[in-house]
């Protein structure tokens, strides 16, 4: 994107008090306990087993570690995870995925 048009989304986002999840299309995630967790916004699957999640976001990867993970569902770019959830980090990318 290029800085107008980033200067441009940022304006608009601030007239209209649009929440930055959706202006920079940035995922938004909902933990419940370390039980559940919702991720939306996300761009895919990269790695899945009952002990660790990748997910592929625009700017990075979003990692989920825990025990018996599931991915409870899918519906489009939504996801809900369950399972004992111990960590979860982000790590951003300059160059998008």
Do not use: C, W
């Amino acid at each position: 994107m290029t800085r107008i048009g980033r200067r441009l989304r940022g304006l608009t986002g601030g007239m209209l008090d649009l929440p930055q999840d959706l202006v920079h299309d940035l995922p938004r995630l909902t933990l419940i306990g370390n039980r559940q967790l919702h991720i939306e916004n996300h761009r895919g699957v990269l790695d899945f087993s009952p002990g660790r999640l990748k997910l592929a976001l625009k700017n990075g990867v979003l990692e989920i570690q825990g025990e018996g993970l599931e991915i409870a569902s899918i519906i489009g770019g939504d996801m809900a995870v369950e399972g004992i959830i111990g960590e979860i980090s982000y790590k951003e990318s300059g160059d998008g995925l």
